[in-house]
């Protein structure tokens, strides 16, 4: 006799599921470079597209995908340096740097926590970690470096909701480049 | 130690890449980059990816082309029709307004007024941008080996852009006009207010240090002022699109950009700006009435019938007070015979021959000082001023006890009638004093 199975067993975090998910290496070091360049290409064309932050995304997603902090350190810095490396002159390489290894180690400690496959879990993740991508980099620039930078939560907010929409539609993307 | 180290791997990771970014932003800080020096970094990461973004574009342009030149040609015949329509009608403009152009550059040329001139221009494809809010530089597809330099002018026909910070081999940086680091010097082309245009953290433009007491309306357009000798005098800017009081006595103007800056996709990078006298080779002889409309004092525009024809009002000063009323782009009447009429409203007309802050007065001066040294009561007969009957470099003092302005003394002398060897200007007229 078989137990009926639960409605809601499949939301609940199962040892299998909360196993680190393997990638293909290539993936591993393409996304993040796809995703700086869409960044950097599409936002020359659509301006307001500079609301979005891809390459943070790209961060998020394979550190709560991969479940370990140094792993997800090492990608932040990564793409964090190379978003540093495409500002200007008086945008100091470290700011993005900074910013992105923090929100990789977050999110990892944090995937090892809480089930990261739920598009609800998913979209507040998304919100939660721009807004402290977002207040990070204001504490890097006004703090360490003070530069003018200027804090608006409305405008913080209204972009964390966008990148939480688009990135849902990203995170169900980059999950066909699971292996596991 | 061991079980330590094991422990707190992931915070020392953590600690360590932190520690090491920030290092990297000390040395940063306390050595900024040399003017032209550029982190390696950034050379690899524009380098690699500036090849893709290249194919991307031409790419896309390839396809574009090959959609409007062979397959989308709906209209065209009619559009045809109406572009052959305007450009007749521009036919007949251009000569109306080659005249009026040719005036300003002979008067350019007898005051020695040198001009900044787009002498060279380097056509580029903006492909790219730094991808983030807080920084709004755009990448276009040339560089160092097509001539393009750090501080160089980038425009478009509609407006300017921003200007070069970094030039790779075969990329360049623009900064543009509406980030937070860009100044611009610019003026407003009507009330010749000179400011310092700003980009925001918001990608808003400003128009900053007006006082708040200057009049300045929205709609008014903005150009640049040359001031920072990166932009070229007299290129528009933007529009005034709302007006506030701001910190300080200062007016917050903000400017709507001509340019569109959040789409563009060609632009032209300046680079070489020539500043040199206005060619009059294939102008023609120069006009006596040009000339002698330096020479002597002028008299306002339209004379007041009635008037007491003193001259004194007007010496010197009919420029100074004509000059902020007309606007610039104003109809200079050709082939007038009035001297002192054309001179004054062609330096008017012509922007870069009014400065801002100064009366055009100041930027078109006489040749002779005398004109326009306060007027001194004189025994002798008046030259009436706007007549061309002074010999050119003669003495042109006006007296107060002129005959009225209104009632010419002598006839002009036929406008185009050319200064040179073959026809020497006429021995000076002089119009009787009416006894006092």
Redesign the interface.
């Known amino acids: 006799m078989t137990a009926p199975a639960m409605p809601f067993r499949e939301s609940l975090t199962s040892r299998e599921q909360a196993a680190a998910h393997q990638f293909n290496w290539l993936a591993i070091l393409l996304v993040p470079l796809v995703a700086i360049f869409v960044q950097a290409f599409f936002t020359a064309q659509l301006s307001w597209l500079a609301v979005l932050d891809l390459p943070m995304m790209v961060v998020v997603f394979f550190a709560v995908a991969r479940r370990n902090p140094v792993a997800g350190c090492i990608t932040g810095a990564i793409v964090g340096l190379l978003q540093d490396a495409l500002g200007g002159p008086a945008h100091l390489i470290g700011m993005y740097g900074i910013t992105d290894t923090i929100v990789g180690y977050l999110a990892s400690s944090l995937g090892l926590k809480i089930d990261v496959d739920h598009p609800g879990t998913r979209f507040l993740i998304i919100y939660g970690f721009f807004v402290i991508h977002q207040g990070v980099y204001y504490g890097v620039g006004r703090g360490l470096l003070r530069q003018p930078l200027s804090w608006s939560w409305s405008h913080v907010a209204v972009a964390a909701l966008a990148n939480a929409i688009v990135g849902l539609l990203v995170f169900r993307f980059l999950d066909r480049f699971r292996q596991r | 130690m061991d079980s330590i180290l094991g422990r707190y ?2 915070l020392i ?2 600690a360590a ?2 520690f090491a ?2 290092i ?2 000390a040395i ?2 306390r050595r900024p ?1 040399q003017d032209g020096e550029i ?1 390696l ?2 050379i ?3 380098g690699a ?1 500036t090849p ?2 290249k194919a ?1 574009i031409h790419t896309q342009q390839w396809a574009r082309n090959g959609w409007n030149g062979y397959l989308y040609l709906r209209g065209v015949r009619r559009e045809n029709r109406q572009l052959h329509a305007d450009i007749e009608r521009m036919k007949l403009e251009q000569t109306r307004l080659s005249e009026d152009a040719n005036m300003a550059r002979r008067i350019q040329a007898l005051l020695a007024f040198k001009e900044q001139y787009i002498d060279k221009t380097v056509a580029a494809q ?14 276009i597809d040339k560089g160092s080996n097509d001539g393009v330099r750090p501080d160089m002018a980038v425009i478009t026909p509609t407006g300017i852009v921003g200007k070069i ?2 030039a790779s081999p075969n990329s360049a ?1 623009v ?1 543009p006009i509406n ?3 860009s100044g611009v010097g610019a003026a407003l082309k009507d009330s010749r207010l000179q400011g310092i245009l700003k980009g925001a ?3 808003t433009t400003t128009l900053q240090y007006i006082m708040s007491d200057e009049p300045v309306r929205p709609g008014e357009p903005v150009i640049t002022s040359g001031g920072d000798r990166i932009f070229p005098k007299g290129l528009p800017v933007g529009t005034v699109a709302s007006v506030e009081p701001g910190k300080d006595l200062f007016l917050n103007i903000r400017v709507i950009p001509s340019a569109r ?4 996709e060609e632009v032209l990078v300046v680079t070489k700006i020539e500043e040199k006298l206005p060619d009059t080779k294939d102008l023609g002889p120069i006009r006596a009435s040009d000339i002698l409309s330096q020479r002597l004092p002028g008299v306002p525009a339209t004379p007041v019938a009635g008037a007491s024809g003193t001259v004194s009002g007007t010496t010197g000063t009919a420029a100074n007070s004509a000059a902020p009323r007309a606007t610039p782009g104003a109809a200079v009447p050709s082939g007038t015979g009035k001297a002192q009429t054309s001179t004054s409203q062609t330096a008017v007309a012509n922007p870069s021959a009014t400065r801002s802050g100064a009366s055009s007065a100041t930027a078109i001066k006489p040749a002779n000082p005398n004109a326009t040294a306060p007027p001194k009561p004189s025994p002798n007969p008046a030259v009436k001023p706007g007549n061309a009957t002074a010999p050119a470099g003669t003495s042109a003092t006006p007296d107060s006890n002129a005959t009225p302005a209104t009632k010419p003394a002598v006839r002009n002398p036929p406008a185009n009638a050319p200064l040179d060897e073959t026809n020497p200007p006429p021995p000076p007229k002089t119009a009787e004093t009416p006894p006092q």
């Open positions: 791997r992931n990771v953590l890449i932190l970014q920030i990297a932003l940063q800080v980059a982190r970094i950034r690899w990461a524009v990816l893709f973004e991307v903006v492909i790219g941008t730094s991808g983030s809010e807080q920084s709004r530089l755009l990448y910070v970094q940086q900064l980030d937070q680091l953290p918001n990608g800056l959040e789409r563009l």
